[in-house]
């Protein structure tokens, strides 16, 4: 079993869309949790970043950790064409690994 | 804003070659780290280094070393090129908090 676990979609959603986009994990002793966003032929860049249980917005993002069932979320409101990209979501223990869901890839169709 | 740096986006070389990829960082991190990247499987770990000189062996080293000479540069090397290390390389840093990417060299070995 991996350690972060994520849908590779392909999801595809009408412009205005709410999306959610979502990871499990199996290792309790993460801390930190991270979304990152990878446009074709770029790397990968942090979205958000998160520390323990709860909630963190940022404009349209918000980004959800529910360590009682090892669950991790990012939710996009007012979906627009420029968030058509692939989401990573990531795990950290403190200690010098990260680990990396495969990705989501999102396409908002205007 | 961090800037991590990879001396190329595209390089093609022949089997057998031996290859070095760069990748500069700018905020002076401690960490920082080598991933390869392909379709299906996500991103893996290669090598990282948590201080000058020093290197660890992440999921998949074999066939690649890496050095740091400084604090600011890491480079991985690919003694003897195969076809099977065709792949998307992405370079990150990290001050002990989520890694930053730099935008990765497509690499492929003909």
């Known amino acids: 079993q991996k350690e972060v676990e994520q849908d590779p979609g392909p999801l595809s959603v009408p412009e205005g869309a709410i999306v959610s986009l979502n990871c499990t994990y199996s290792?309790?002793?993460?801390?930190?949790f991270m979304w990152y966003r990878q446009y074709s032929r770029k790397g990968p860049e942090l979205l958000m970043y998160?520390?323990?249980?709860g909630n963190k917005e940022d404009g349209r993002f918000t980004a959800q950790v529910d360590k009682s069932s090892k669950y991790i979320s990012l939710f996009i409101r007012d979906s627009q064409p420029s968030d058509s990209a692939t989401y990573l979501c990531a795990a950290w223990d403190t200690g010098n690994q990260f680990y990396f869901g495969t990705g989501t890839s999102l396409t908002v169709i205007p | 804003d961090v800037k991590v740096t990879q001396s190329s986006r595209y390089l093609v070389k022949r089997t057998g070659e031996k290859v070095f990829l760069e990748c500069v960082q700018d905020?002076?991190?401690?960490?920082m780290f080598w991933y390869r990247q392909d379709p299906g499987l996500g991103l893996r770990l290669i090598y990282f280094s948590y201080d000058v000189k020093m290197k660890e062996k992440g999921d998949i080293p074999e066939g690649y070393s890496v050095s740091r000479e400084k604090k600011e540069r890491f480079s991985l090397i690919l003694e003897s090129a195969s076809t099977n290390q065709t792949s998307m390389y992405l370079c990150?840093?990290?001050?002990?908090?989520?890694?930053?990417f730099g935008d990765g060299t497509r690499l492929s070995i003909l």
């Open positions: 990150a840093s990290s001050p002990n908090q989520p890694q930053h």
């Open positions: 998160t520390y323990s249980s």
């Open positions: 290792n309790s002793a993460f801390q930190y």
């Open positions: 905020m002076d991190h401690e960490n």
